[in-house]
């Protein structure tokens, strides 16, 4: 689904999942993307350049990676990733996340802060 602002869709699919838990059996997880990219490490670089503007001087990020028939191994993409994004990085509770989504040939590039990726499973939990 292509959506111009993803947040107000994620506050609206949180409250729906809270108000009728049942109702959403086959959704597990919702990650926005912000841009989308092919799989070679210039192309995911220059995106998170772009993308990295929205992480404060004063902010932590941490870089998560998550591939599906990737050319590169993890290590390869966080160096190059690393490299980037010139801020303190937190592993543990970070203010943003570089996510990185490969899926063979295109990659999902996004620098979200921790509550943008709805779990739809701890939200079921919650209620």
């Known amino acids: 689904m292509n959506v111009e602002n993803p947040k107000p869709l994620l506050t609206f699919i949180t409250d729906f999942v809270k108000s009728e838990p049942f109702k959403v059996r086959f959704i597990m997880r919702i990650i926005p993307v912000d841009k989308v990219v092919d799989t070679k490490i210039n192309a995911i670089v220059k995106a998170v350049k772009e993308l990295s503007s929205v992480i404060a001087p004063a902010e932590t990020f941490r870089i998560t990676i998550e591939a599906r028939d990737s050319p590169y191994s993890d290590q390869e993409l966080i160096d190059a990733i690393a490299d980037a994004v010139d801020r303190k990085v937190n592993l543990d509770s970070p203010d943003k996340i570089v996510l990185l989504e490969v ?23 919650a209620t």
């Open 103 to 125: 899926f063979g040939e295109y990659s999902g590039v996004s620098v979200i802060s921790p509550r943008e990726i709805v779990s739809i499973t701890k939200l079921k939990r």
